[in-house]
C-alpha cells in the first residue's frame, strides 16, 4: 500500500504564498507520476498539476499556470507545490495523489492512492 501525508496549509492573504509538501510511504515513489488535486466547498475535484518520475513532463491547470510550480525529490519521496501569488479562488482542500500508471492524465479517476488534504484559505 501506499501512504500519502501532506503538509503546508494555512491561511494566507491574497497575493501571498504557500509551499505545500506531500511525503508518500510504501511504494516505489520514484516511479510513479504524481499529481495536486483540489476541491472548493461545493464543487467536484480538479487537476492542479503533476509531474513525472523524472520531472520531464509537467503539466499544470491553465487556472495556476505561471503562478504554481510542481516539483519532486525522489531521493526523499516527496512532492512539492510552490503557489505564488494566491488569491480567493484558489481556497480548497488540495490533495496529492500517486498513479502508478505511466500514461499522462488529469482526470482523477486515473490516480490510484491519495492523502488526506490539507486546507489552504486565502483572504481577500
Known amino acids: 500500500q501506499v501512504q500519502l501525508v501532506e503538509s503546508g496549509g494555512g491561511l494566507v492573504q491574497a497575493g501571498g504564498s504557500l509551499r505545500l509538501s506531500c511525503a508518500a510511504s510504501?511504494?516505489?515513489?520514484?516511479?510513479?507520476?504524481m499529481g495536486w488535486f483540489r476541491q472548493a466547498p461545493g464543487k467536484e475535484r480538479e487537476f492542479v498539476a503533476a509531474?513525472?518520475?523524472?520531472?520531464?513532463?509537467?503539466y499544470y491547470a491553465y487556472s495556476v499556470e505561471g503562478r504554481f510550480t510542481i516539483s519532486r525529490d525522489n531521493g526523499r519521496n516527496t512532492v512539492y507545490l510552490q503557489m505564488n501569488n494566491l488569491t480567493a479562488e484558489d481556497t480548497a482542500v488540495y490533495f496529492c495523489?500517486?498513479?502508478?500508471?505511466?500514461?499522462?492524465?488529469?482526470?482523477?479517476?486515473?490516480?490510484?492512492?491519495w492523502g488526506q488534504g490539507t486546507q489552504v484559505t486565502v483572504s481577500s
Open positions: 495523489a500517486l498513479k502508478v500508471s505511466r500514461v499522462r492524465a488529469r482526470a482523477a479517476h486515473y490516480y490510484n492512492y
Open positions: 510504501g511504494r516505489s515513489f520514484a516511479g510513479s507520476i
Open positions: 509531474i513525472s518520475s523524472s520531472s520531464g513532463d509537467i
